[in-house]
T-cell receptor, first 114, second 116 residues
Framework: AQSVTQPDIHITVSEGASLELRCNYS??????LFWYVQSPGQGLQLLLK??????LVQGIKGFEAEFKRSQSSFNLRKPSVHWSDAAEYFC????????????FGTGTRLKVLA | GAVVSQHPSWVICKSGTSVKIECRSL??????MFWYRQFPKQSLMLMAT?????????EQGVEKDKFLINHASLTLSTLTVTSAHPEDSSFYIC????????????FGAGSRLTVL
């Protein structure tokens, strides 16, 4: 069965520091992979996606993610975090390209220290 | 860009009443919409897949008679929580898939339901 694991429930970083959020997936075929960000009480905003091709994906707000098939990972990175990046981050896998259902990880809550 | 609107953004109702939440794709036609439920500090749980003009497909464990989904047009899907009880209180989020093969979903801002 498809699954997504985000090992870190909470992460705290100082403003200006680098960030890496981990995501591991289990899926039989080449997955569609996504990172979304959710601010409190809000819906989800797409940061970036991977379908195929270049394994290093650039997204909005200075985020990037790297697909590593051998590690079944799709970690999200940002070289310098801003206070406005504090939010909940969800990794998702497109579980079935025919139905376009997503399976979400449990999320990582990012706190940014001034 | 693709925009999905949810209404209402929050609603409080008495136990036993029914509540309808709307999900609209504002600038594109959505052949498929999805409804999720999110408990506090938890992930999104897919409830059902809504296809325009056909019955919704519910995930295992989701009561289809409790959560009625209608997708009457290419821009509107509704979720009705029938005979709501306090345990139905949650954050409900919809997403819509633009037609044409794009495997990208656009999410609404969510609707917070509180049942007293």
């Amino acid at each position: 069965a498809q699954s997504v694991t985000q090992p870190d429930i909470h992460i705290t970083v100082s403003e200006g520091a680098s960030l890496e959020l981990r995501c591991n997936y289990s899926y039989g075929a080449t997955p569609y992979l996504f990172w979304y960000v959710q601010s409190p009480g809000q819906g989800l905003q797409l940061l970036l996606k991977y379908f195929s091709g270049d394994t290093l994906v650039q997204g909005i707000k200075g985020f990037e993610a790297e697909f590593k098939r051998s590690q079944s990972s799709f970690n999200l990175r940002k070289p310098s975090v801003h206070w406005s990046d504090a939010a909940e981050y969800f990794c998702a896998v497109g579980a079935d390209s025919g139905t376009y259902k997503y399976i979400f990880g449990t999320g990582t809550r990012l706190k940014v220290l001034a | 860009g693709a925009v999905v609107s949810q209404h209402p953004s929050w609603v409080i109702c008495k136990s036993g009443t029914s509540v309808k939440i709307e999900c609209r794709s504002l600038d594109f036609q959505a052949t498929t919409m999805f409804w999720y439920r999110q408990f506090p500090k938890q992930s999104l749980m897919l409830m059902a897949t809504s296809n325009e003009g056909s019955k919704a497909t519910y995930e295992q464990g989701v009561e289809k008679d409790k959560f009625l989904i209608n997708h009457a047009s290419l821009t509107l899907s509704t979720l009705t929580v029938t005979s709501a009880h306090p345990e139905d209180s949650s954050f409900y989020i919809c997403s819509a898939r633009r037609g044409g093969g794009a495997n990208v979903l656009t999410f609404g801002a969510g609707s917070r339901l509180t049942v007293l």
